[in-house]
């Protein structure tokens, strides 16, 4: 797969019968996979199949997954309450000899409130265990749609990842020219400290030597450039390779800072120093945007 990012969104509709739903999922960073689901009662097995597709489809993120559906109204039907209408049948019986009570007529029994009872019209098993498998297949349809939307990001972001990776190159090759100074400097900073401390130093020409070598072999970084100079292959593999690359590329960061650091603490020039800064910054950058990637 091409480099995908966490965030996105996508919307789908479906209708089944006298049902209509939609279908909404978007997706924000997270360092785990983490899918949520919200959706109408009778529908339960749904929850799985947005927990397993989401599984199928994704490592990283935060992913919640609505559906929202509505019956259409069928008309239903009506049902006379036979009971009541007997009931208010033989209450007529009992009043209706009296004088001055006219007889009940049947259109006036059936307009008593609960006489006639509307109907509704309800699934049956096989009715919704089909709607909730159209349902299931407008929630595939829906994350397929949102892994094609963190693709989109991911896009977006490898230029700006791979300029990034590009700086650091850069930096360490101007590191690596700056270290390459180093021993002179070294000696030469080691010379002027023994001048103002000894008025001839020209005996200790052989002490100045071998202490020179000493601290140009603690300020050694040739180790530190060669894992910067690893670590950059190794990036570049990553932002263009077929795997989800988020967590590795988090882990990869790490070093990175780890050998600059040593770079910094290591470095005996002042130059030496703003470069190994100035790749810090750009390696903590290039962290920030890490953070984005599935």
């Given at each position: ?76 039907g ?66 397929d ?6 693709l ?7 230029p ?36 103002e401390l ?84 750009t ?12």
């Amino acid at each position: 797969m091409a480099l995908s990012g966490m965030t996105g969104f996508a919307r789908v509709e479906g209708a089944l019968g006298l049902w209509s739903w939609s279908v909404e999922a978007r997706s924000v960073n997270g360092r785990n996979l983490e899918a949520r689901y919200r959706g109408p009662g009778g529908f339960d097995g749904l929850e799985r199949v947005v927990r397993d597709a989401a599984q199928a489809r994704f490592s990283r993120g935060q992913i919640q997954v609505a559906v929202q559906a509505k019956r259409a109204d069928a008309g239903g039907g009506l049902r006379i309450n036979t009971d009541l209408l007997d009931q208010l049948v033989r209450l007529a019986a009992d009043y209706g000899e009296r004088p001055g009570v006219d007889r009940p007529r049947l259109d006036g029994l059936l307009a008593v409130r609960g006489v006639i009872e509307a109907t509704e019209e309800t699934d049956t098993p096989e009715d919704r265990a089909a709607v909730e498998a159209a349902m299931g297949q407008s929630v595939l349809a829906v994350l397929d749609g949102l892994a094609a939307s963190r693709l989109a990001e991911g896009a977006a972001l490898a230029p700006v990842l791979t300029g990034q990776v590009d700086r650091i190159a850069a930096l360490t090759a101007q590191a690596e020219t700056e270290a390459a100074a180093q021993p002179l400097a070294i000696r030469e900073r080691f010379e002027r400290r023994m001048a103002e401390l000894v008025a001839d130093p020209r005996p200790l020409e052989e002490r100045i030597v071998a202490e020179a070598a000493i601290m140009a072999g603690k300020a050694d970084v040739r180790e530190e450039l060669d894992r910067l100079a690893a670590h950059i292959a190794a990036a570049r593999g990553l932002l263009t390779g077929e795997a989800a690359a988020g967590r590795r590329l988090d882990f990869l960061i790490q070093e990175f800072m780890r050998e600059t650091n040593t770079l910094c603490s290591k470095s005996a020039t002042v130059a030496l120093t703003a470069i190994g800064l100035e790749l810090k910054a750009t390696i903590e950058q290039f962290r920030e945007q890490i953070q984005n990637v599935e």
